[in-house]
């Protein structure tokens, strides 16, 4: 192990760091273009049916041909690889985000608007909070696909754990195979343990227990 982290540890810490930063800024931007979208599509529920199936076919495209494409147009800086990760990580929020304001019952929308709320603040104190559920899944599928997405970065040269994986798949070193698999996989679970407990801050308990 000692002689591992002479060798490696600092091109690891490199790695992880970088993995880490390009997950978070994508589902960050992510979240908020998704989670806009989904309320503009909830209010015209008609063009959601034609939209969203288009948004859809971005998920269909192979990862390493959408990153080489922004990288032809882009180059080879760090915002090709967010863009792309962004780009895929935006539909599972999206759907989930729609799905979730359009299934809230009309019956605790009419009651919000018989208290005298407005078509503001019924979406943001009624339908959104119940739709949480909703949301916060889609979230948990965004990032964690992501934390693999993210592995593609180093088919351009722009670092993550997949430069470890890669290297060693190049050079048949399974050591280093391991060394980018096994930090990727345990921060997909850390992201995915993050996400559960803001759901529990976030979500009261017998919301939580009617949308198991």
């Known amino acids: 192990m000692s002689h591992f982290i002479a060798l490696y540890g600092k091109r690891l810490s490199s790695a992880?760091?970088?993995?880490?930063?390009?997950?978070?800024?994508?589902?960050?931007?992510?979240?908020?273009?998704?989670?806009?979208?989904?309320?503009?599509?909830?209010?015209?529920?008609?063009?959601?049916?034609?939209?969203?199936?288009?948004?859809?076919?971005f998920q269909t495209i192979p990862g390493i041909v959408f990153i080489g494409l922004l990288f032809l147009y882009n180059g080879m800086v760090p915002s090709t690889v967010v863009i792309a990760?962004?780009?895929?990580?935006?539909?599972?929020?999206?759907?989930?985000t729609y799905v979730g304001i359009i299934n809230v019952s009309e019956d605790f929308k009419?009651?919000?608007?018989?208290?005298?709320?407005?078509?503001?603040?019924?979406?943001?104190?009624?339908?959104?909070?119940?739709?949480?559920?909703?949301i916060i899944t889609g979230l948990r599928i965004s990032t964690v696909y992501t934390v693999s997405w993210a592995v593609l970065a180093a088919m351009?040269?722009?670092?993550?754990?997949?430069?470890?994986?890669?290297?060693?798949?190049?050079?048949?070193?399974n050591t280093l195979i391991i060394a980018g698999a096994i930090p990727a996989a345990i921060m997909a679970l850390l992201f995915s343990l993050a996400i559960d407990l803001l759901r529990k801050a976030l979500i009261p308990k017998q919301l939580r227990r009617d949308n198991k």
Do not use: D
């Not at 390009?22 to 931007?29: A, D, F, H, L, R």
């Not at 989904?38 to 076919?57: C, E, K």
């Not at 990760?85 to 989930?96: E, G, Q």
């Not at 608007?113 to 909703?134: D, R, W």
């Open 110 to 134: 009419e009651a919000a608007k018989g208290c005298g709320m407005s078509p503001f603040q019924i979406l943001m104190k009624v339908e959104v909070p119940l739709a949480l559920p909703s």
């Open 16 to 57: 992880i760091i970088t993995h880490f930063w390009y997950v978070v800024i994508s589902i960050t931007i992510a979240f908020i273009i998704a989670f806009i979208l989904g309320i503009l599509l909830s209010r015209m529920p008609r063009r959601a049916n034609l939209i969203l199936p288009v948004i859809s076919v």
């Open 85 to 96: 990760l962004t780009i895929y990580a935006i539909f599972p929020i999206l759907k989930n």
């Open 156 to 173: 351009i040269g722009l670092g993550g754990l997949g430069e470890l994986i890669y290297a060693g798949v190049s050079s048949n070193n």
